[in-house]
C-alpha cells in the first residue's frame, strides 16, 4: 500500500502538483456548510472553506471519529455481554484486559466513588487510540479511494481526526466543563472561586492568586486538545514528508510508522491520564 | 487552524459514546470481572478446605491403620496363646484318658485273673479228686472226703 502510495504521489509530483502543493492538498478537509450564495454543499478550495464560517463541518473528520467510535461502543458492547464468570476467549480477554488496564489506572488515581469517571477514561483511551491508529494507514490511500468514488480529482479528505484541531479541543473542552462540573458540584460556587483567588499565597495577595490560578485552570483544556493535535498532526506532516521522497520511501516509512507506533498509544494514553488527573483534582478539597 | 462546527460535532459524539459506555459497556464488564474474582476466590478457599481435609482423612487413617494393627498383634497373641492352652488342654485330656484306660484294663485283668482263680478253684478240686479216684482205684466216700477236698481247693 506504502508502494501505491509513493507512486500515485510521485506522479502526483511529477504532472499536476508541487511538492508544496501536494502536501498543501493533503492538509485540506473535505468541509460541509453555507457558501457565499447561501447554498450548503461540500467546499472546493481554501477560500471556500474560509467563507464558509463557523457553521462548517469537517465531514471527513466527523465520518472518521463517529465511525470509529461506533466500532469501539459496539466491540465493547458485545465484549460486555459476553462477559461471563467463566473463563474467557482470546477476544474476550484482549478487552477485558484493556477494559482492566483502565481501570487500574482510573483506580490509582482518583480516589472516591464516580460512576461516570472510569467510563469516560475508557472512552476516551480507546477512542483516541484508534483515531490516531488511522496514522498508520498511508496517507494517500484512502484520498485516492476518495477520489475515485467521487469523481472529483480535486476531492480533499482526510482520515486521521486527532490531527484536526476540531476533534481534539472538542474533547478537552469537553472536559474542561467536566472539570466545571465537578468543581462546583463538589466545592459548591463559594469553594470553586475561593480555590481559584485565595490559593496559593492566601486572601491577601489576591490579585497574583488570580494571576496564577486561572490561566492554570484554562491552560488544562487547550494543553490537553493541542497536545493530541500537535504530536498527531507532526506525525502525519512527516509522513506526507516521506511520501514525497520517491523510490526510497519505503524503508523511511516503515522507521517513521514503527517510531510513530509508539506515539500512537502513549498520546492516548496521556489525554486519558491527565483527564483522570483534572477531574480528581476537581472532585478533590485543598 | 480553522475551528468551526465540527468541534461542536466532536462533543456531542464524545458525550453520547461516554454516555453509552458509562450504561451499557462499564456496568456489565464490573460486574461480570468482579463475579470472576468472587469464583476464583472462591475456588481458592474451597481448594485449601479439600487440602486440609485431606490432610485431617490421611491422619485419621494413619491413625485407624495403628488401631487395626495392634488390635491384628493381640488378637494373633490372644489365638496364639488359647493355641498352646489347647494343645495342654488336649494333652492332659490324653494323659487322663490314657491313665483311665490303664486303670480299666488293669482292673479287668485283676477281674480277668480273679474269675481263672475261680474256675481253676472249682476245676482242681474236681481234677484232684479225680485224680485221688484214679490213684487210689476205691470208692471213697465222696461226702467223707468233702472236707478235705475243699481245703485243698481252699488252699489253693
Same mark, same amino acid.
Not at chain 1, 52 to 57: A, D, N, P, Q
Not at chain 1, 245 to 248: D, I, K, Q, R, V
Given at each position: 500500500m506504502a508502494e501505491s502510495a509513493g507512486e500515485m504521489a510521485h506522479e502526483a509530483v511529477e504532472h499536476t502538483q508541487t511538492q508544496g502543493e501536494y502536501i498543501q492538498h493533503h492538509l485540506q478537509f473535505l468541509t460541509f456548510g453555507k457558501d457565499a450564495e447561501g447554498h450548503w454543499g461540500i467546499a472546493h478550495g481554501e477560500e471556500a472553506v474560509a467563507e &464558509?464560517?463557523?457553521?462548517?463541518?469537517h465531514v471527513d473528520m466527523l465520518g472518521w471519529s463517529i465511525g470509529l467510535g461506533l466500532i469501539f461502543i459496539l466491540v465493547f458492547r458485545a465484549a460486555a455481554k459476553n462477559a461471563t464468570s467463566g473463563v474467557p476467549g482470546g477476544f474476550q480477554n484482549f478487552i477485558e484486559w484493556v477494559f482492566e488496564f483502565v481501570e487500574t489506572s482510573v483506580k490509582d488515581t482518583f480516589h472516591g466513588t464516580n460512576a461516570l469517571i472510569a467510563p469516560l477514561a475508557l472512552t476516551i483511551f480507546c477512542w483516541v487510540l484508534l483515531m490516531n491508529t &488511522?496514522?498508520?494507514?498511508?496517507?494517500?490511500l484512502f484520498p485516492w479511494i476518495a477520489q475515485q468514488v467521487s469523481g472529483d480529482p480535486e476531492i480533499a479528505f482526510r482520515v486521521v481526526p486527532t490531527t484536526d484541531p476540531n476533534v481534539t479541543l472538542g474533547m478537552s473542552l469537553s472536559v474542561f466543563f467536566l472539570i466545571i462540573f465537578y468543581s462546583i458540584k463538589i466545592k459548591g460556587v463559594g469553594g470553586f472561586l475561593k480555590e481559584l483567588a485565595f490559593q496559593p499565597f492566601g486572601p491577601k495577595m489576591l490579585p497574583f492568586n488570580l494571576l496564577i490560578e486561572v490561566p492554570t485552570l484554562l491552560a488544562k483544556p487547550v494543553s490537553l486538545g493541542l497536545r493530541l493535535y500537535g504530536n498527531l498532526y507532526a506525525g502525519e506532516l512527516v509522513f506526507l514528508l516521506i511520501a514525497l521522497?520517491?523510490?526510497?520511501q519505503l524503508p523511511a516509512h516503515f522507521i517513521w510508522a514503527a517510531f510513530h507506533l509508539l506515539v500512537i498509544p502513549l498520546q492516548a494514553f496521556i489525554f486519558m491520564m491527565l483527564t483522570i488527573v483534572y477531574l480528581s483534582q476537581a472532585c478533590e478539597h485543598h | 487552524m480553522n475551528i468551526n462546527a465540527t468541534m461542536l460535532g466532536q462533543m456531542i459524539a464524545f458525550a453520547f459514546f461516554v454516555w453509552f459506555c458509562m450504561k451499557y459497556v462499564w456496568p456489565p464488564l464490573t460486574a461480570a470481572l468482579a463475579e470472576r474474582q468472587k469464583r476464583i476466590a472462591d475456588g481458592l478457599e474451597a481448594a485449601e478446605k479439600a487440602g486440609k481435609d485431606l490432610e485431617k482423612t490421611q491422619e485419621m487413617v494413619a491413625e485407624q491403620l495403628k488401631e487395626a494393627k495392634t488390635q491384628a498383634a493381640s488378637i494373633i497373641d490372644q489365638a496364639n496363646k488359647r493355641a498352646t492352652q489347647i494343645v495342654e488342654e488336649a494333652k492332659n485330656q490324653g494323659r487322663e484318658e490314657g491313665q483311665r484306660m490303664i486303670t480299666g484294663a488293669q482292673a479287668e485283668i485283676e477281674q480277668e485273673i480273679n474269675r481263672a482263680k475261680e474256675q481253676l478253684r472249682a476245676q482242681v478240686a474236681s481234677i484232684a479228686i479225680a485224680g485221688a479216684e484214679k490213684i487210689l482205684e476205691a470208692t471213697i466216700d465222696e461226702a467223707a472226703h468233702a472236707k478235705i477236698t475243699e481245703k485243698l481247693a481252699e488252699s489253693l
Open positions: &464558509m464560517g463557523y457553521w462548517s463541518f &488511522m496514522d498508520i494507514v498511508p496517507v494517500d521522497f520517491g523510490a526510497f | -
